[in-house]
């Protein structure tokens, strides 16, 4: 059974309150309920890990090494400017999607950019909760092939 992680940053924890017209009413509890049911019917082990402190998200970087075959992440704002954490994804070589709720490309020019994407496998974003679920169907098609 593929092991999937999925990882969110900063102020993700308090998803359904924060700008609800950029990302969403849902809270990150339902949409890792939605994730859980997405899982089960690919047949995938998935958890869930959020912090809004970079060198703890570096750490589970780390730690999942050996331990997951793919993770999911929305870094948030340290999408931006991360160069740890996207030293930390270049470590361990997992593979990794970048996701985001909102269109980071349609947003403020700082958003622009990703400093992570690089080390990635792809990126997703856009479609609000659904890119959590568009993300874990396209991670579980690349670790199928």
């Known amino acids: 059974m593929k092991r999937i992680l999925v990882m969110n940053g900063p102020n ?7 700008e609800p017209g950029i990302y969403g009413k ?3 509890q339902s949409i890792e309920e939605m994730l859980r049911a997405q899982a089960e019917k690919l047949s995938v082990s998935i958890t869930f890990y959020q912090s809004n402190h970079e060198g703890e998200l570096i750490d589970r970087i780390h730690a999942s090494l050996g331990e997951v075959d793919g993770i999911l992440l929305n870094a948030g704002a340290f999408t931006h400017y991360s160069y740890a954490i996207r030293d930390a994804l270049s470590t361990v070589k997992i593979p990794t999607i970048e996701l985001h709720l909102s269109n980071i490309h349609a947003r403020e020019s700082f958003r622009h950019t990703s400093v992570i994407a690089a080390v990635t496998i792809g990126q997703i974003s856009g479609f609000g909760a659904y890119s959590y679920e568009h993300a874990l169907n396209a991670m579980y098609r690349y670790l199928e092939t």
Not at 12 to 18: F, I, P, Y
């Open 26 to 28: 849902q809270s990150l």
């Open 12 to 18: 993700l924890n308090m998803l359904g309150v924060r």
